[in-house]
């Protein structure tokens, strides 16, 4: 019985929903308008451009050679930047709102090439453009926001379809549910893994490994771009700060989701599931009135006892 606990605990999506169970108990007892419905929607709508950057985080990571993008913040806040300047130039939200996913696979399109095909560390890579996409949004804006949205364009990230957040229905669940069919059921997403677990034996293989992480970093900015454009209907405003902080929560989702930081391992499920826990923390805490100071430490460290934790059943099982 002992063994069969311990092998349940070791896999990663089954730890992630006791520790989802656990949080929710917790928070509940911290705050008692945790539970509520208005609650649960602000979660929902809150954590959607998380559980998007996220999943194309998890992607560049599985893809292993020490991928990683540090520049998804920054690609939401110009992607966003564009988009404002699109729609006050008089085009029309939508036609401006399907162009700014396309600026959003452009500009992940120049991690791509800078750190698949020129070979940059993605450390490195991804850090410069971090910088120079940050740089641009606040330089083309002068730091003053956006506005002048339709009203109609609120309702994808404030309206309802079937009583659920639309960004959730509209946007975040078909994005996860094609990234899913790919990674489970294509040949792409064999070759990610491939590539992820050793990237010599997948070149002998005939895969194309720069192709494939080349791919990856588009994919994460056109998640990005997705990213924008529900914030900028959230906000009804296209901020040049609005992708801040948006980096290090993609790692901590995917790192949480059991995506191994090497590569190779780990499943998107994990990641949607840790982006449903760590909102929830962020907005149980803000419901208790907790500084954001301590958040951000009650964060650090569940991120860094549940992985401790996982990895020890882990260990037990070999």
Do not use: C, H
Not at 139 to 154: A, K, Q, R
Not at 296 to 318: D, E, R, W
């Amino acid at each position: 019985m002992k063994n069969k606990i311990i092998k349940i605990l070791s896999n990663r999506v089954f730890f992630l929903l006791i520790l989802l169970v656990v949080v929710m108990i917790v928070m509940s007892i911290i705050s008692p308008y945790f539970l509520n419905v208005n609650s649960l929607i602000t979660m929902a709508r809150f954590g959607a451009v998380l559980a998007l950057v996220g999943l194309g985080q998890s992607l560049v990571i599985l893809a292993g050679g020490a991928g990683i993008d540090l520049s998804v913040g920054s690609m939401i806040s110009l992607a966003g930047v564009m988009f404002g300047f699109m729609v006050n130039a008089g085009m029309n939200v939508w036609l401006a709102a399907a162009l700014t996913v396309l600026v959003g696979g452009i500009l992940g399109s120049v991690n791509g090439i800078t750190v698949a095909l020129w070979g940059l560390p993605p450390l490195i890579g991804t850090l410069g453009t971090m910088y120079a996409y940050g740089a641009l949004a606040l330089v083309m804006t002068n730091g003053v926001p956006l506005s002048g949205f339709p009203e109609s364009f609120s309702f994808l990230a404030n309206g309802k379809v079937f009583g659920l957040p639309s960004q959730i229905i509209l946007v975040v669940l078909p994005a996860f549910l094609i990234l899913f069919f790919i990674m489970q059921k294509t040949n792409f997403g064999r070759w990610i893994y491939l590539v992820g677990v050793n990237e010599n034996a997948a070149q002998f293989s005939g895969i194309q490994v720069k192709r494939v992480r080349f791919v990856l970093y588009v994919i994460s900015g056109i998640l990005a771009g997705l990213g924008a454009i529900i914030m900028s209907s959230w906000l009804m405003a296209a901020r040049p700060d609005t992708g801040s902080g948006m980096d290090m929560r993609s790692i901590t989702v995917a790192v949480l989701g059991g995506i191994d930081i090497y590569g190779g391992v780990g499943n998107l499920v994990g990641t949607i599931l840790a982006v449903i826990i760590v909102t929830m923390i962020a907005t149980g805490l803000q419901l208790a009135n907790i500084n954001t100071i301590w958040q951000l430490a009650v964060l650090g460290v569940i991120l860094l006892g549940a992985v401790s934790l996982n990895q020890v059943f882990v260990s037990k099982t070999k």
